[in-house]
């Protein structure tokens, strides 16, 4: 079946513009995930939507950062007026319902704030 | 601050041998913690997964070991193999807290033929 899917691949924009990237995760996942790798670190959890329950955004570094969820389907981040610290792999993950459960990775979007 | 540390950045072992990566944390109320294996420009991919209430869970040639007491954990590939090169992320969560996780910086794994 088809696993997790992120577009675009990859991204470079200008600093102070405002990006979205997408994540459509497995059917039927419930939690969906995103996280950012910055070069040479570890992942950063950023936010965490989980069935109608309002969504975790405890990770999020600052304001210019959102995310929205359509339902159990679609969710978009974004980031607005970008800045060069912003530059890192935005990864999304899904996983079914409750603790524990294993969260499957899509193969993130690369952003380069210029 | 640091809640999930791999203080090994890079291991080097040959083809055949044990790789032993090394996790630590300091949060109390992390009570799962998983290994994820990460080729470049892929996302990171599950390896095996460990509950608080074990100390040892094995799957084919991955093995995950929990020492609770000592708030550290690692993960055994016996035996090495070419294809096991990879970025390996140890990450750990507190179930009551939701399921996010929590990772390390990574440890880079070269398996060498």
């Known amino acids: 079946g088809a696993g997790v899917s992120q577009s675009p691949s990859n991204k470079v924009t200008e600093k102070g513009k405002d990006v979205e990237l997408r994540c459509d995760p497995i059917s039927g996942h419930t939690a969906l995930y995103w996280y950012r790798q910055r070069l040479g670190q570890g992942l950063e959890f950023l936010i965490y939507?989980?069935?109608?329950?309002?969504?975790?955004k405890s990770g999020l570094p600052s304001d210019r950062f959102s995310a929205e969820r359509t339902g159990e389907s679609v969710s978009t981040l974004t980031i607005q007026r970008t800045q060069q610290e912003d530059s890192a792999v935005y990864l999304c993950a899904s996983s079914l319902m409750g603790a524990g459960s294993t969260q499957y990775f899509g193969p993130g979007t690369r952003l380069t704030v210029l | 601050d640091q809640q999930v540390k791999q203080n090994s950045p890079s291991l080097s072992v040959q083809e055949g041998r044990i790789s032993i990566l090394n996790c630590d944390y300091t949060n109390s109320m992390f009570d799962y913690f998983l290994w994820y294996k990460k080729y470049p420009a892929e996302g990171p991919t599950f390896l095996i997964s460990i509950s608080s209430i074990k100390d040892k869970n094995e799957d084919g040639r991955f093995t995950v070991f929990l020492n609770k007491s000592a708030k550290h954990l690692s993960l055994h590939i016996v035996p090495s193999q070419p294809g096991d090169s990879a970025v390996y992320f140890c990450a750990a969560s507190a179930r009551a807290a939701g399921n996010k996780l929590t990772f390390g910086g990574g440890t880079r794994v070269l398996v060498k033929p």
């Open positions: 939507f989980q069935g109608n329950s309002a969504p975790d």
